[in-house]
C-alpha cells in the first residue's frame, strides 16, 4: 500500500485505475491530481500521472520514459509499430517497469503464461504495487486458474477495497469453479458500486448456472437492446433450451452463430437440436 496513503487517496486511487481501465485517461488523471493535492510526494501517482499524460500527449516525454531507458525506447517501438523491437528493449532487464510492462505486452497479446511469469517478477521486485495483483489476476482468469485467480483477486482488494472490476473479475472467476453463491456476492458488490453492462452480462450468466432461468433470460434480453454478441443470444438460447423452448433456442442459437461460429460445443448443440425438430 502507498506509504502515508490514507482512506482518501486509497479510493481515489482505485477511481483513477477504474478509468484508466476504460481508456478514460483525462478522467483518471483529474483523480490522480487529488491525490497529489493530499500527498503530493506520493511516488506511484506522480509516475501514474506522467505515464497517462505520455499516452494523452505524444509531445510529452513521461518522467518514466525520460529516466528508463528501456521504457524510453519500448514507447518509441511501440509507435512505430515494432513488436519485436518493443520486447527486445524490455526483455533481459530487472527493473520494475520493465517486468510489468511485459507483463501488460504479453496479457494484451493473448500469452498468460508469460505474462504472469512477469507479474511475478514485478510484484517480487515492488510487492506493494497494487496494479502487479490486478493484471495477475487477469493473467490467471484467462488462463483459467480460476482458484489463483480469485486469491489474487483478494490481494488485490485488500489494497482497493472498492474496486468494482476486481469484484466482477472475481465473480467470473467464481462462476467458473462452480461457486455461484459466492459469485453471486461478488458481483452484488461490483454492481453496487457501478452498473456496467460487462457486469450485468456475467450477472446474467450466474443467474443461468443458478438455475433462475426466467430472470437470467429477461436481464440478457435487456442486454440484447444494447449488446449484440454471441454471448448474450447464446446464453438467451441456453434459458430458453433449459425451458425446453427448443424453437426458440435453435433461433437464439443461429444467431450467436452468424455472430461467431468458433464455439464448438454451440455449433454441436445447434445441429443436434436442428436435426431433433426436423425429425419430429
Sequence with gaps: ???????????????????????KYKDAISYIEKILLIE????????????????????????????NQNINQAIAKKMSGDKNGQLAALEGTNDFWSNYFLAEYYRDNNNPLNAINYYQKAIELK??????????????????DYLKAI?????????????????????????NMNYIIEAEEDITKALNIEENISYLLIKAKILYYKGDYDNARELLQLL?????????????????????????????????????????????????????????
Design 127 to 144: 510487492p506493494n504495487y497494487s496494479q502487479s495483483y490486478l493484471g495477475l489476476g487477469k493473467a490467471y482468469l484467462d488462463s483459467k
Design 1 to 23: 500500500m502507498f506509504v502515508g496513503a490514507n482512506e482518501m487517496t486509497e479510493d481515489y486511487m482505485d477511481i483513477a485505475t477504474n478509468y484508466c481501465t476504460y481508456g
Design 40 to 67: 503530493p510526494d506520493n511516488a506511484e501517482a506522480k509516475e501514474l500521472k506522467n505515464t497517462l499524460l505520455r499516452i494523452t500527449n505524444p509531445n510529452i516525454k513521461s518522467y518514466l520514459a525520460s529516466t
Design 151 to 175: 486469491d489474487t483477486f483478494n490481494k488485490y482488494l485488500s489494497y482497493n477495497k472498492n474496486s468494482d472490476i476486481a469484484y466482477a473479475l472475481k465473480a467470473d472467476a467464481n462462476m
Design 224 to 280: 440484447s437492446r444494447n449488446v449484440q454478441t454471441a454471448e448474450v443470444y447464446k446464453f438467451i438460447g441456453m434459458c430458453d433450451y433449459a425451458q425446453n423452448d427448443y424453437k426458440n433456442a435453435l433461433l437464439n442459437f443461429n444467431k450467436a452463430i452468424i455472430l461467431s461460429d468458433d464455439d464448438n460445443q454451440l455449433n454441436s448443440t445447434y445441429n443436434n437440436l436442428k436435426n431433433m425438430l426436423n425429425n419430429k
